[in-house]
């Protein structure tokens, strides 16, 4: 089983950047469909954006302009850049692989923007 590890969280200010990456112990070329989510304290978790083997990218409205989901297979690692961050993007984000076989999230790392 693949296991990712996400990084790059913390405490940022409003309009401020943060860049997220998801490291893979396998190959994410192997996976058709790779994704970022989110989930707020309360709220259900959200799909922010993904990206397909092919490099199609969508992005949720509220984010996009700002987000930036990318990858780099050489290194087996997904980003996810976020810029002009605001206190409604404040969450705990999730990387997420999956494959015709394989479906596996990541641990989740901690996003807070401050007023």
């Known amino acids: 089983q693949v296991q990712l590890w996400e990084s790059g969280g913390g405490l940022v200010q409003t309009g401020g950047s943060l860049r997220l990456s998801c490291a893979a112990s396998?190959?994410?070329?192997?996976?058709?469909?790779m994704a970022w989510y989110r989930q707020a304290l309360g709220k259900e978790r959200e799909v922010v954006a993904y990206l397909t083997s092919d490099n199609f990218a969508n992005y949720i409205d509220s984010v996009k302009g700002r987000f930036t989901i990318s990858r780099d297979d050489t290194v087996n690692t997904m980003y996810l850049q976020m810029n002009n961050l605001n206190p409604e993007d404040t969450a705990t984000y999730y990387c997420?692989?999956?494959?015709?076989?394989?479906?596996?999230w990541g641990q989740g790392t901690q996003v807070t923007v401050s007023p």
């Open positions: 997420r692989l999956q494959s015709a076989v394989i479906d596996t």
């Open positions: 396998g190959r994410i070329a192997d996976f058709s469909i």
